[in-house]
């Protein structure tokens, strides 16, 4: 009966061996897989973060804009539109990491780099909304117009320094 049981035990044994060595097999070809999958996503992704942050910097100088800009028409959806932006950039970044791809060699820097450009294209549009609905409330919709054109009047305007005048010098020190 001994005799029965060692051949069994042995079959067992190599049956295991082989899984083992199947599937370290598979861990390796999906290390190998997500090495190509990040290298080969490597470049768009850093063209994609270049360009969300020459997009933010955008905002950062649309922010600098008198608050009546806000109530033309073309920014009236601007909101919404970088709220949908926001969704748009945590889904790919959420895909990444579900695949395994997020804590690559090649896509960690970006990924994270983007993750915190979405966070600040998420203020801009919070931002931006506040202030649409802020100016709504207080201009009536009959008035809109003729705000824009006030503050247009004031766009071009630049800075000038008046002339030094003597009498703007001290000539004599304050003391206490």
Request: aromatic share 10%.
């Amino acid at each position: 009966m001994a005799a029965a049981v060692l051949p069994l035990n042995v079959e067992y044994y190599q049956t295991m061996k082989t899984t083992e060595q199947a599937r370290l097999c598979v861990v390796r070809s999906e290390r190998h897989m997500r090495f190509l999958a990040g290298a080969m996503l490597w470049y768009p992704f850093i063209a994609v973060t270049r360009a969300t942050t020459k997009f933010v910097s955008l905002l950062e100088e649309f922010e600098a804009q008198p608050a009546s800009v806000l109530l033309e028409e073309d920014s009236a959806k601007m909101p919404e539109e970088l709220q949908e932006l926001f969704k748009k950039i945590c889904l790919v970044i959420r895909k990444i990491e579900l695949v395994g791809l997020g804590d690559g060699l090649f896509l960690r820097s970006s990924i994270n780099k983007l993750s915190s450009l979405s966070q600040q294209i998420k203020g801009y549009a919070d931002r931006f909304a506040d202030a649409q609905i802020k100016l709504r409330s207080r201009v009536p919709e009959e008035q809109v117009q003729s705000y824009q054109e006030s503050f247009a009047a004031y766009r071009n305007c630049e800075f000038t320094a008046e002339p030094f005048v003597e009498d703007d010098k001290k000539s004599q020190l304050l003391r206490f």
